[in-house]
């Protein structure tokens, strides 16, 4: 009963959905299994990770990615306690919001992991926003209402059972990745008929070669290793 938080991943290039998790608050205990899940997903580290000012983010990041720093050169008496510290490469950028009477007052954009230099030349290296914003996953989130009535407020849709939630969710991901094609990510057809190629998000994360059916999504046998 009461109110859920979803926490959502997406990977703004191809807007493949990586990651979600469903908690009753917005703590660090809450954060690191939502982070959790993104690091076994992703390859490499060195990316660039953009949140809004939520306080829980810094520590569950350094929690779930940092690294032990070398241990030190062998000296007498007590080992130091060796700490964590983020892995070169990883960047991550903070975008909070300040509103006054409902409505936004101004937005302030720092560099929490890395220099803004760095950010700016990831920012640059992709080529689809200029400053550091959570626009992609906002636009993301009302397409998951679209498409999910449980997700929709104030409706008598709402879900009553935890997993029955989590399932409706990973159901509307799974479906947004394989089986629908994203307007953004069509790509000119060099012959045939049609002017353009349809792409799913997994098709512009190279996970696959062609837009699923949804018979196929629900057949699909997970392989056990993952």
Not at 89 to 115: M, N, P
Not at 161 to 187: C, G, T
């Amino acid at each position: 009963k009461g109110d859920v938080w979803i926490w959502r991943c997406i990977d703004v290039l191809s807007r493949l959905r990586i990651a979600n998790h469903l908690s009753k608050e917005r703590e660090i205990i809450d954060a690191i299994p939502f982070l959790s899940k993104i690091a076994r997903r992703l390859d490499d580290f060195r990316v660039l990770l953009t949140t809004d000012k939520m306080r829980s983010y810094l520590a569950a990041m350094l929690e779930v990615f940092g690294v032990y720093e070398p241990e030190p050169e062998e000296k007498r008496g007590r080992p130091a306690k060796r700490r964590k510290v983020f892995p070169t490469g990883l960047l991550y950028g903070q975008i909070d919001k300040e509103r006054e009477h409902g409505r936004l007052r101004c937005v302030d954009r720092k560099a929490v992991v890395g220099t803004m230099a760095d950010i700016q030349a990831a920012l640059d290296r992709d080529g689809l926003c200029s400053v550091i914003n959570t626009s992609f996953i906002e636009r993301d989130n009302l397409s998951v209402r679209q498409h999910n009535g449980r997700t929709v407020r104030k409706t008598l849709s709402y879900s009553r059972d935890w997993q029955m939630h989590q399932y409706s969710i990973d159901l509307e991901d799974a479906v947004h990745n394989f089986v629908r094609p994203h307007s953004s990510l069509k790509l000119p057809e060099p012959r045939g008929n049609r002017r353009w190629q349809l792409r799913t998000p997994a098709m512009a994360a190279g996970l696959t070669d062609h837009v699923w059916s949804l018979r196929e999504l629900l057949t699909y046998k997970v392989p056990a290793r993952l």
